[in-house]
């Protein structure tokens, strides 16, 4: 088909030499517009007329941003065509320049750019009451909102679009933008006003063409799934296969609307749902659709996956992701490998999981860096690719234990994570009280406070609920810490509690705190204690120093262990009785330490 139209363009041209410039640049203009090359020819045929100029530097645009994918080069060759039509004067020019510029600011992430091109194509319309115009210069508008993350913006522009479409009269025009408004309703979290409109532009489409119809079915369908009604969804899908031809020519010509047909249908679920799949990924394949056919096995391991055939689903995930990947689709590879590694922490295999997670990072950061268009999907993929690997990174965390111990003078080491078992802090706590209620022999505890970030699945009832330092502080003995790593959630509790603070230098500290202890604005001072809670980002250690908060900071870790042990062994050498007086006298009761929601407290005798 392509060679037939070259060898009529061709013969077009040989005509167009006897007719004269404006039809010989118009005919060039055709065949690079089919070839994707030869707009500079176009260019050498315009000469010095501005019009001719203009039309085929258009054509050049067009070459540099479909075809060659240079949007920079594209954006400066629009940007010379709206020189040229307000040079000469042309509304009409100007507004359909002035669109082509929105497009190519969208497509390199220029918001503003964006924005304003968009705003000024529109009113380049208005003044020269060019509806036509309006309706492209809207259509970018939309664009141009979506990419600065303006879904109300790009809402108003679309219920614009719908009016300027009944202006029209134009049936299959106003089923198209009201499915486009369909959409936005919902990214507007407005699905009862999105299947309203999709509802609306159904009603428009009877006797608009079949393609119109099928959108509108095929975007009501897929709002009812968003409010997550699979009966009326898989009844507007059984519509669409219903259309002539079995949904041929409503979703795309031929098989491959018959395909996309059927995998609508598979996308809703259902008994039939894997049957509806493979038959849309056979389909797919037989019209060499790549991109449609990974579209086929996202939704078969999607199908599979939960069906609970794991090992078919990876299976097919891959396939997916290996399809998007040769049809040039980043964001479906990005989806594909994020279903992957989905289904493999399912499999708990956490390695293949975490490097299938990284993979989808970097499919998305390269959407990101190279086409400012699609980075709110990106963006989004972005997001659930790194909740992936956390997930994966995490899920191979164990609990640690709390670790006592006691030296040579007296003093107590707790070595100490946030991700402490419940087990391991009880037996930390009574075997302090024991050996104080039967010896008398603990003069002071050094906290080894490792900050190392877990999951909240994985925090103990005794650290959230601060019953592990009413017990600690029950003890009534002087507590010295030693912190490193990453201060956050209810490591900041513990070191709080300590009536000493030493850290090494490198330590980072999280902020806000989300669950203090009652005591904190006691601990610390009422104003403190509300710009800890109420600020965020991250602290270094000399930072806490100044704030009052650390007592000393150490150049590293060892050292932070070396001088919180010398400090405990010369509080072991006062008189214990006089030290248990002092720290009864001056420290906050220890039941205060609960954190603030919870009260469940440890047993009255362990306090006493």
């Given at each position: 088909?392509?060679?037939?139209?070259?060898?009529t363009?061709d013969?077009?041209?040989?005509?167009?030499?006897?007719l004269?410039?404006?039809?010989?640049?118009?005919?060039?203009?055709?065949?690079?517009?089919?070839?994707?090359?030869?707009a500079?020819?176009?260019q050498?045929?315009?000469?010095?007329?501005?019009?001719?100029?203009a039309?085929?530097?258009?054509?050049?645009?067009?070459?540099?941003?479909v075809?060659?994918?240079?949007?920079?080069?594209?954006l400066?060759t629009?940007?010379?065509?709206?020189?040229?039509?307000?040079?000469?004067?042309?509304?009409?020019?100007?507004?359909?320049?002035?669109c082509?510029?929105?497009?190519c600011?969208?497509?390199?992430g220029?918001?503003?750019?964006?924005?304003?091109?968009?705003e000024?194509a529109?009113a380049?319309?208005?003044t020269?009451?060019?509806?036509?115009?309006?309706?492209?210069?809207?259509?970018?508008?939309?664009?141009?909102?979506?990419?600065?993350?303006?879904?109300?913006?790009?809402?108003?522009?679309?219920?614009?679009?719908?009016?300027l479409?009944?202006?029209?009269?134009d049936?299959?025009?106003?089923?198209?933008a009201?499915?486009?408004?369909?959409?936005?309703?919902?990214?507007c979290?407005?699905?009862i006003?999105?299947?309203?409109?999709?509802?609306?532009?159904?009603?428009?489409?009877?006797?608009?063409?079949?393609?119109?119809?099928?959108?509108?079915?095929?975007?009501?369908?897929r709002?009812?799934r968003?409010r997550?009604?699979?009966?009326?969804?898989?009844r507007a899908?059984?519509?669409?296969?219903?259309?002539?031809?079995?949904?041929a020519?409503?979703?795309?010509?031929?098989?491959a609307?018959?395909?996309r047909?059927?995998?609508?249908?598979?996308?809703?679920?259902?008994?039939?749902?894997?049957?509806?799949?493979?038959?849309?990924?056979?389909?797919?394949?037989?019209?060499?659709?790549?991109?449609?056919?990974?579209?086929?096995?996202?939704?078969?391991?999607?199908?599979?996956?939960?069906?609970?055939?794991?090992?078919?689903?990876?299976?097919?995930?891959?396939?997916?992701a290996?399809?998007?990947?040769?049809?040039?689709?980043?964001?479906?590879e990005?989806?594909?490998?994020c279903?992957?590694?989905?289904?493999?922490?399912?499999?708990?295999d956490?390695?293949?999981?975490?490097?299938?997670a990284?993979?989808?990072?970097?499919?998305?950061?390269?959407?990101?860096?190279?086409s400012?268009?699609?980075?709110?999907?990106?963006?989004?993929?972005?997001?659930?690719?790194?909740?992936?690997l956390?997930h994966?990174?995490l899920?191979?965390?164990?609990?640690s234990?709390?670790?006592?111990?006691?030296?040579e003078?007296?003093?107590?080491?707790?070595?100490?994570?946030?991700?402490?078992?419940?087990?391991?802090l009880?037996?930390?706590?009574?075997?302090?009280?024991?050996?104080?209620?039967?010896?008398?022999?603990?003069?002071?505890?050094?906290?080894?406070?490792?900050?190392a970030?877990?999951?909240a699945?994985?925090?103990?009832?005794?650290l959230?609920?601060?019953?592990?330092?009413?017990?600690?502080?029950?003890?009534?003995i002087?507590?010295?810490?030693?912190?490193?790593?990453k201060?956050?959630g209810?490591?900041?509790?513990?070191?709080?509690?300590?009536?000493y603070?030493?850290?090494?230098?490198?330590t980072?500290?999280?902020?806000?705190?989300?669950?203090p202890?009652?005591?904190?604005?006691?601990?610390?001072g009422?104003?403190?204690?509300?710009q800890?809670?109420?600020?965020?980002g991250?602290?270094?250690?000399?930072?806490?120093?100044?704030?009052g908060?650390?007592n000393?900071v150490?150049p590293?870790?060892?050292?932070?262990?070396?001088?919180?042990?010398?400090?405990a062994?010369?509080?072991a050498a006062?008189?214990?009785?006089?030290?248990?007086?002092t720290?009864?006298?001056?420290t906050?009761?220890?039941?205060?330490?609960?954190?603030?929601?919870?009260?469940k407290?440890?047993?009255?005798?362990?306090?006493?």
């Amino acid at each position: 088909m392509p060679e037939q139209a070259i060898q009529t363009v061709d013969e077009l041209i040989a005509l167009s030499k006897s007719l004269g410039r404006p039809e010989q640049v118009s005919a060039l203009c055709l065949l690079a517009s089919i070839q994707g090359s030869g707009a500079e020819e176009a260019q050498k045929a315009a000469g010095e007329e501005k019009l001719l100029q203009a039309e085929a530097l258009c054509c050049l645009a067009q070459e540099q941003l479909v075809h060659k994918k240079l949007p920079a080069e594209a954006l400066a060759t629009s940007q010379k065509v709206l020189s040229i039509f307000a040079a000469l004067g042309d509304g009409v020019g100007q507004a359909a320049a002035g669109c082509m510029v929105t497009t190519c600011h969208a497509i390199l992430g220029q918001v503003s750019e964006s924005l304003q091109a968009a705003e000024a194509a529109r009113a380049a319309c208005q003044t020269t009451e060019d509806k036509a115009g309006e309706v492209l210069a809207r259509q970018c508008h939309i664009l141009a909102a979506l990419t600065a993350s303006r879904p109300a913006e790009a809402l108003a522009a679309a219920r614009g679009l719908v009016g300027l479409c009944r202006h029209f009269e134009d049936q299959s025009a106003e089923a198209w933008a009201l499915v486009e408004l369909a959409r936005l309703h919902v990214a507007c979290d407005d699905p009862i006003q999105g299947v309203r409109c999709a509802e609306e532009a159904l009603a428009t489409a009877k006797s608009a063409p079949l393609a119109a119809k099928g959108a509108a079915l095929a975007g009501l369908a897929r709002l009812h799934r968003c409010r997550d009604r699979p009966a009326p969804a898989r009844r507007a899908a059984e519509k669409v296969k219903e259309l002539p031809g079995r949904g041929a020519n409503a979703l795309a010509p031929g098989r491959a609307g018959e395909a996309r047909a059927l995998l609508l249908a598979a996308t809703l679920g259902g008994q039939a749902a894997l049957g509806l799949a493979s038959d849309a990924q056979t389909l797919m394949n037989g019209v060499r659709d790549k991109v449609g056919e990974a579209s086929a096995n996202l939704a078969r391991a999607q199908i599979l996956a939960q069906l609970r055939d794991f090992a078919s689903a990876a299976e097919a995930a891959q396939e997916a992701a290996t399809g998007f990947k040769v049809g040039s689709c980043g964001v479906g590879e990005g989806v594909a490998r994020c279903e992957l590694a989905t289904i493999q922490l399912l499999m708990e295999d956490k390695a293949e999981a975490e490097k299938t997670a990284k993979e989808a990072l970097r499919a998305f950061h390269q959407i990101r860096q190279l086409s400012g268009l699609k980075s709110c999907s990106a963006q989004l993929g972005e997001n659930r690719a790194r909740q992936l690997l956390s997930h994966a990174q995490l899920s191979c965390l164990q609990p640690s234990n709390a670790r006592l111990y006691l030296d040579e003078f007296n003093c107590a080491h707790l070595e100490i994570s946030e991700t402490a078992s419940q087990e391991s802090l009880e037996s930390a706590v009574a075997t302090l009280h024991n050996m104080q209620r039967l010896r008398n022999n603990v003069k002071a505890v050094v906290l080894h406070l490792e900050g190392a970030v877990g999951p909240a699945s994985m925090h103990s009832q005794a650290l959230t609920s601060g019953n592990f330092l009413v017990g600690l502080r029950a003890i009534s003995i002087p507590i010295v810490s030693a912190a490193y790593g990453k201060i956050t959630g209810p490591s900041w509790n513990l070191l709080l509690a300590c009536d000493y603070r030493i850290a090494a230098v490198d330590t980072s500290f999280v902020l806000p705190i989300v669950s203090p202890p009652e005591c904190l604005g006691e601990l610390v001072g009422a104003a403190m204690a509300s710009q800890l809670c109420i600020s965020s980002g991250v602290l270094d250690a000399h930072s806490l120093q100044e704030l009052g908060i650390l007592n000393q900071v150490r150049p590293n870790k060892d050292e932070t262990g070396r001088a919180a042990s010398e400090l405990a062994k010369r509080i072991a050498a006062f008189p214990g009785i006089a030290c248990r007086q002092t720290m009864s006298l001056l420290t906050v009761p220890p039941v205060k330490y609960t954190t603030v929601g919870a009260y469940k407290l440890p047993d009255p005798d362990l306090i006493a």
